[in-house]
């Protein structure tokens, strides 16, 4: 039974309910312990009640988005000296048994618990680098691609999220009705527990009509965004001014060729603009924005005892942390 899921919010609902009965045809019994047994039970209806409306609340807003997420059970697999994790997530799984039977995937449907109530389109899609199993110690950055419908080369995007290297590449397809919190929170939280990737270096690329749920993504997670691109020409550049400077993003705004005696919209400052004819405008961005991510990490040692793991040094990282590629 999932923890988001509906049959085990209705099951706590079933408990509280029939606690209250419960409690009410024993009110009046247990001559002798009657005060300590409607304590009992009045605590225990309480009790019932702030896990279903916990329960309840955690559904909705997907702070832990399953059991092993609440236990702490990220999947790390700790080995011996010198070992790295290998995390066990949902596709890290998948993808092993791909990898082992010889087959590697072009895109892999993404459904983590809740995204329904992303309200996009379509379930998202999610494509690793070609080594990705290969090197089971190394963490990724993302480059998260949020389209509209009308985005032309939308379809393919997702196919040419795989000529990308070293990032994760997730492709979202959204509507007028997309939540921003969920893509805010949830898609970051449950891309790390299913993927390895960082948590810092990433890129956004959206189409221009979803510029604003961008800004919102992007405020949410001030520290993980190190890049936006823009699909199309942005009705109001201001906008762009107003998410770059307070999060010290790399912007720019991928254009199709100007149209003579039709000058284009001038960009503030700093904005950089990318021509490209629009059947081609999400792979120039997905090439722009991917020089702009941090370079995978290589993992932490793992030393078998505490005092070890608190004093081990950590591993070489494959490249630098910071700052985008040259």
Not at 95 to 123: C, D, E, N, T, V
Not at 248 to 270: F, T
Request: hydrophobic share 50%.
């Amino acid at each position: 039974m999932e923890l988001t899921g509906l049959p085990l919010l209705v099951l706590a609902w079933v408990l509280v309910a029939a606690a209250v009965v419960a409690t009410g045809l024993l009110w009046s019994r247990y001559r002798r312990w009657r005060l300590l047994a409607r304590t009992a039970s009045v605590l225990f209806c309480e009790l019932l009640l702030v896990v279903t409306v916990g329960i309840g609340v955690n559904r909705a807003d997907q702070f832990y988005p399953s059991w092993q997420v609440l236990l702490g059970d990220t999947g790390g697999v700790g080995g011996g000296a010198g070992a790295a994790p290998r995390p066990q997530g949902r596709l890290d799984l998948m993808l092993g048994q791909l990898s082992g039977a010889g087959h590697r995937a072009a895109a892999l449907p993404w459904q983590p618990a809740g995204w329904l109530h992303w309200r996009l389109s379509s379930a998202p899609s999610v494509v690793v680098p070609a080594d990705y199993v290969k090197r089971a110690a190394v963490s990724f950055p993302a480059v998260v691609s949020v389209l509209d419908g009308a985005t032309p080369d939308a379809k393919s995007a997702t196919a040419a999220t795989g000529n990308t290297p070293d990032a994760v590449g997730v492709v979202a397809t959204g509507s007028p009705q997309t939540l921003a919190d969920p893509l805010s929170s949830a898609l970051p939280t449950d891309l790390g527990r299913d993927l390895r990737v960082t948590t810092h270096g990433w890129a956004l690329v959206v189409s221009a009509t979803m510029l604003p749920l961008a800004e919102h993504m992007i405020r949410k997670n001030t520290s993980r965004y190190a890049a936006l691109v823009v699909l199309g020409d942005v009705a109001d550049p201001n906008q762009l001014t107003a998410i770059a400077p307070a999060n010290a993003l790399a912007v720019a705004v991928v254009r199709s060729a100007p149209v003579p005696g039709r000058p284009p919209v001038p960009l503030p400052a700093g904005v950089k603009t990318i021509v490209s004819a629009n059947g081609l405008a999400w792979s120039a961005a997905a090439s722009w924005a991917i020089q702009q991510t941090a370079l995978p990490l290589a993992a932490p040692m793992v030393l078998p005892s505490v005092l070890a793991r608190a004093n081990a040094p950590q591993a070489p990282q494959e490249r630098a942390q910071h700052g985008p590629r040259q």
